[in-house]
């Protein structure tokens, strides 16, 4: 059953109930390890367990449903969408090694070799087949500092003559180079729960969308908080205040006693005052700079999905790759064609 935490929904807050409700879903969907295809509750049961109207309820599914993340079934109700990319055309000529790529899958994991090890050493092998194809991505962000941190994390799986140029969202909204930049490049990736809305964006479908999950240093320092602290969890968006509560409590199931809020809230002083530990959402770093000395505050940051990496990113990458190929004539073929008489 798809997890849902009623307790999230605070109706004391003056955020509307839709729009947390919104958040917490959009980010459950796109954070969290759901299956494809997991149910939905349906929109009477869902409004009866958080206490709140099934108009709401279905407007918010309505909105999941036209941002990719969910899919209505006739009859049946709501479910997490599929993956187009899984979708597996037979009739495509790399499916007839799919025998052999199990059999070195299966080697290298019975070896202790990693996926994405495995991945580097083909790609390096290629590379000394043939010279590299060069892919240009752009990368869309929400703040630059995570950015440029998430850039530097998907190196891993990127060719040495790849280039990554980022952008943010609110610059896509008004057209100019970036917008340019992303019809231009070869891939645009971003956030999986923000693909439909960059697709829109910049109105073309060379977007791919990553799932993030908390880093491991985010991980580690909430588990190390102290079960007696009073914490202070906040965020940047108002529409992502029902996530901050059980994203904490995910990694420190022992701290009980947690306050969310947001960045620009006129209660914002007061309730870090009170606070042992503050935890702010990348965005919000301000917030530091409001903590008292001595009290403990740490951002609340994500990183990319090492199993996205290599099973989304990494495999398309080497698709885009040979199309590129098959497009481009071989450096000696186009060098033999230059050199015929006219």
Not at 100 to 122: F, K, Q
Not at 131 to 154: A, H, K, N, T, W
Not at 266 to 288: K, M, R, T
């Amino acid at each position: 059953m798809f997890p849902i935490d009623a307790s999230s929904i605070d109706k004391s807050l003056p955020v509307p109930v839709g729009t947390q409700l919104h958040g917490l879903l959009s980010y459950t969907l796109a954070f969290g390890d759901m299956v494809y295809g997991t149910k939905l509750p349906s929109v009477r049961q869902l409004a009866a367990e958080l206490g709140i109207a099934p108009m709401t309820v279905s407007q918010v599914y309505q909105q999941l449903r036209d941002a990719g993340l969910i899919e209505m079934r006739q009859g049946l109700g709501a479910f997490t969408a599929r993956d187009p990319r899984l979708a597996v055309d037979d009739r495509q000529p790399i499916n007839a090694l799919r025998g052999d790529i199990e059999a070195i899958v299966s080697r290298a994991e019975a070896l202790g070799v990693s996926t994405m090890e495995l991945v580097s050493m083909i790609n390096a092998q290629a590379q000394l087949r043939r010279p590299s194809v060069g892919l240009s991505m752009v990368f869309v962000c929400i703040f630059e500092g995570p950015g440029r941190d998430y850039v530097e994390q998907i190196r891993p799986v990127l060719a040495a003559n790849d280039s990554v140029q980022l952008v943010t969202l609110e610059s896509l909204r008004q057209p100019g180079a970036e917008v340019d930049a992303c019809r231009a490049a070869d891939l645009v990736i971003t956030f999986v729960h923000r693909e439909a809305e960059v697709r829109t964006l910049i109105e073309t479908d060379n977007v791919l969308g990553l799932r993030l999950i908390p880093s491991q240093r985010t991980r580690q320092n909430l588990a190390g908080l102290d079960p007696r602290s009073r914490v202070a969890a906040v965020t940047h968006f108002q529409e992502y205040i029902a996530i901050m509560r059980p994203s904490v409590r995910e990694f420190a199931p022992h701290v009980s006693d947690i306050r969310v809020t947001w960045s620009s809230s006129p209660d914002l002083q007061e309730i870090i005052a009170g606070c042992d530990a503050v935890i702010y959402a990348s965005g919000a770093d301000h917030v530091a700079d409001l903590v008292r000395p001595n009290v403990r505050c740490f951002e609340y940051r994500h990183a990319p999905d090492p199993g996205a990496l290599e099973n989304t990113l990494a495999p398309h990458l080497a698709l885009l790759r040979q199309r590129r190929i098959a497009r481009e004539p071989e450096p000696e073929a186009a060098a033999i064609e230059g050199m015929a008489p006219a």
